[in-house]
């Protein structure tokens, strides 16, 4: 009858020999020494609670650790109730001890002993408390003694399914999935299975930590360990939405079905297939989840309807997005300035400007004021068209309206002066555009450059350039190449030259577009020394391969000058420099040359050709042969058939 008090007792004063001695005593001893032993016990007690208040009030602040293991006394508490099962049991009466040595194994990083990782008895408290304090150092520690011998033979099973449980949710309550993984596999390797309920919970925690990847993974190791996923509204849309996170769109529709099984899908359910359709531009799909939500009494909001509009403009099906736009105004409150513009957008696609403009006075009739994007779709399509005219139409009715003009509009508006030739007219709205404050960008800077050298302006071209380079804003290699086109234009190889350096001193590399209006500037300026000079040198400078076409202008430009040595001497250095035997030796160079009476500059073409293996036409090599002799041209017509003979052209002297 005594028995519980004394094991109270002992529990209490840590005095374990208690445990085992005094029961045995008092069944010896007289009922008369009772009072004095209780006496002797109530004053060890006593102290015991004085020195424990004075520790308390000495000690120092408790750590993160043994915060965190205070959190979760409340569940071990529960845990350790009447249905506690042993381990439980050991975790919450030596609850200090273990936290304890936790913190020691979390803050120290050092490993137990080998004998403890082999100590069941001794692990898996620890395990159990490390899974509160510190979850990766568990499952290293579990991986630790499985190394270092563990023998699980000797484990009850109950034990065994309660640890591997518990790391198993404490690895996924902090986002380690590849931890996860690897314990569920072991589950499934001791023949161990965990409940359903288990999957439910390790999939709402990887959808916490944003895990959905590792989700997917966990349901797939589940699926082997257990077997097939119960119907669970909670896991089947965890999983849909994870498929769609990760793009996984192929599991997406048997989810999605395996979920409706389960009952009517959420609202949610729904928005996930209406992302998945809109990302693989399935808009029957689309039209079909919308009918379904209508069927189903689910509120369909303006979002959901944008969405499905925006899917079937992309696949072009105006047909399609014209119906859903009529059932959206029947609906009402569901339309806005946004659901016009896309179908607007649609229609400028397609390059029907009536449609668009129909759908605009619409947006104006139900009261929608129209946004710096329906002018900038309005005005896209109307340049695209060459409706210049309705352009300005628009763009001065809505600047006149207040609507917010961006830089994105005005450049479109400057894009289809320039087009049209009025360049005066995009100047005009490019200094509107520094009295309203929309900044001119890189595109706008490129499109009036090239109006401006394409209409002989130089100096007002000039004048951008230096402007653009005020505002930070680098000129690329194709605004330098208008620019320099527009020196083409006049002849001026000085400030060619000048814009070249300034080119590549801000690190902007010249292409083979750069050297062709070089080859053209230097050709107007009987100048080709120049450009040859330039072809030899700064290609290789810049690490640039010469294309094809870049040779034979030049070889053209030197012709057609009549610099027949000179148009040989670039041959050549084409010949050298192709990995290929060039094969452009064409009509194009030799029927100049004979329109030219140059037979002499032909007849040597065509045995440099000879010398380095390269193929000429036989119809272009009887072209020079037969011009030279109709010219009477006889030695240059002996020369020019001993070089087809070369070729292995056979020669059709008449």
């Known amino acids: 009858m005594l028995e519980p008090v004394v094991d109270g007792l002992a529990?209490?004063?840590?005095?374990?020999?208690?445990?085992?001695?005094?029961?045995?005593?008092?069944?010896?001893?007289?009922?008369?020494?009772?009072?004095?032993?209780?006496?002797?016990?109530?004053?060890?007690?006593?102290?015991?609670?004085?020195?424990?208040?004075?520790?308390?009030?000495?000690?120092?602040?408790?750590?993160?650790?043994?915060?965190?293991?205070?959190?979760?006394?409340?569940?071990?508490?529960?845990?350790?109730?009447?249905?506690?099962?042993?381990?439980?049991?050991?975790?919450?009466?030596?609850?200090?001890?273990?936290?304890?040595?936790?913190?020691a194994a979390t803050e120290t990083k050092q490993s137990p002993k080998l004998a403890q990782l082999r100590d069941a008895a001794w692990l898996f408290p620890l395990l159990m408390t490390l899974c509160n304090v510190d979850p990766s150092r568990a499952v290293a520690t579990y991986r630790e003694a499985l190394s270092a011998g563990l023998d699980l033979q000797r484990v009850s099973r109950d034990g065994l399914e309660q640890i591997l449980m518990a790391l198993v949710i404490s690895a996924a309550r902090v986002g380690n999935a590849k931890d996860t993984l690897w314990l569920l596999r072991d589950l499934g390797e001791r023949g161990l299975q965990p409940e359903q309920s288990l999957r439910v919970s390790v999939a709402k925690l990887c959808m916490a930590k944003q895990a959905y990847q590792e989700c997917l993974a966990v349901d797939n190791c589940f699926t082997v360990a257990v077997g097939p996923r119960p119907a669970d509204r909670n896991l089947l849309s965890c999983l849909l939405f994870s498929a769609v996170e990760c793009q996984e769109y192929s599991l997406c529709l048997p989810l999605f079905k395996e979920l409706k099984t389960t009952g009517r899908p959420s609202q949610k359910d729904y928005?996930?297939?209406?992302?998945?359709?809109?990302?693989?531009?399935?808009?029957?799909?689309?039209?079909?989840?919308?009918?379904?939500?209508?069927?189903?009494?689910?509120?369909?909001?303006?979002?959901?309807?944008?969405?499905?509009?925006?899917?079937?403009?992309?696949?072009?099906?105006?047909?399609?997005?014209?119906?859903m736009l009529e059932e959206m105004s029947c609906v009402g409150g569901v339309t806005d300035v946004i659901t016009y513009n896309i179908v607007i957008k649609g229609y400028a696609k397609l390059g029907d400007v009536?449609?668009?403009?129909?759908?605009?006075?619409?947006?104006?009739?139900?009261?929608?004021?129209?946004?710096?994007?329906?002018c900038g779709i309005l005005l896209d399509v109307c340049i695209n068209d060459s409706q210049l005219e309705r352009a300005s139409e628009i763009f001065n009715s809505m600047s006149a309206a207040g609507c917010a003009m961006n830089t994105v509009i005005y450049t479109t508006m400057i894009k289809g002066f320039a087009r049209a030739g009025k360049v005066d007219d995009a100047m005009r709205i490019y200094s509107q555009m520094a009295e309203n404050d929309a900044p001119a960008d890189l595109i706008t800077y490129s499109v009036l450059l090239k109006a401006n050298c394409d209409a002989g302006r130089l100096e007002v071209a000039l004048v951008l350039?230096?402007?653009?380079?005020?505002?930070?804003?680098?000129?690329?290699e194709v605004i330098f190449n208008n620019v320099l086109a527009g020196c083409g234009q006049q002849g001026n190889v000085k400030l060619a030259k000048m814009l070249y350096q300034d080119m590549v001193t801000s690190g902007v590399r010249p292409s083979n577009a750069t050297f062709s209006i070089f080859i053209r500037l230097y050709s107007h300026c009987e100048q080709l020394q120049e450009a040859v000079d330039m072809i030899r040198t700064e290609p290789a400078l810049h690490?640039?391969?010469?294309?094809?076409?870049?040779?034979?202008?030049?070889?053209?430009?030197?012709?057609?000058?009549?610099?027949?040595?000179?148009?040989?001497?670039?041959?050549?250095?084409?010949?050298?420099?192709?990995?290929?035997?060039?094969?452009?030796?064409?009509?194009?160079?030799?029927?100049?040359?004979?329109?030219?009476?140059?037979?002499?500059?032909?007849?040597?073409?065509?045995?440099?050709?000879?010398?380095?293996?390269?193929?000429?036409?036989?119809?272009?090599?009887?072209?020079?042969?037969?011009?030279?002799?109709?010219?009477?041209?006889?030695?240059?017509?002996?020369?020019?058939?001993?070089?087809?003979?070369?070729?292995?052209?056979?020669?059709?002297?008449?």
């Open 271 to 323: 928005w996930n297939m209406i992302r998945f359709a809109s990302c693989n531009s399935d808009w029957m799909m689309m039209l079909e989840l919308i009918s379904d939500m209508r069927d189903h009494a689910l509120e369909i909001d303006n979002f959901i309807y944008n969405t499905a509009l925006a899917t079937c403009v992309s696949a072009d099906r105006m047909d399609a997005a014209q119906s």
């Open 354 to 374: 009536d449609n668009c403009f129909k759908l605009y006075d619409a947006m104006l009739t139900h009261g929608f004021e129209p946004s710096s994007i329906t």
């Open 543 to 654: 690490k640039i391969r010469i294309e094809p076409r870049i040779y034979f202008q030049l070889m053209q430009s030197c012709i057609r000058s009549r610099q027949g040595k000179r148009a040989v001497d670039v041959y050549e250095r084409w010949l050298d420099d192709s990995q290929q035997q060039a094969t452009f030796l064409s009509g194009s160079a030799l029927g100049m040359c004979v329109k030219l009476n140059m037979f002499e500059t032909a007849v040597e073409l065509l045995e440099v050709a000879a010398a380095r293996g390269a193929r000429v036409e036989a119809r272009d090599a009887q072209m020079v042969l037969d011009g030279a002799l109709r010219k009477r041209k006889t030695h240059c017509a002996e020369l020019c058939a001993a070089a087809m003979r070369s070729l292995g052209i056979q020669t059709d002297e008449a």
């Open 11 to 103: 529990s209490l004063l840590h005095v374990d020999v208690l445990l085992v001695v005094v029961p045995d005593v008092f069944r010896a001893v007289r009922l008369e020494c009772l009072f004095c032993i209780g006496v002797i016990a109530f004053w060890t007690l006593s102290q015991h609670i004085a020195r424990s208040t004075n520790k308390d009030r000495s000690a120092p602040p408790k750590n993160r650790a043994a915060d965190s293991a205070d959190a979760t006394s409340a569940a071990t508490r529960r845990a350790a109730g009447s249905n506690a099962n042993p381990l439980q049991a050991e975790v919450l009466r030596n609850k200090t001890k273990w936290l304890t040595v936790a913190t």
């Open 465 to 476: 350039l230096k402007a653009m380079q005020e505002a930070n804003l680098q000129p690329d």
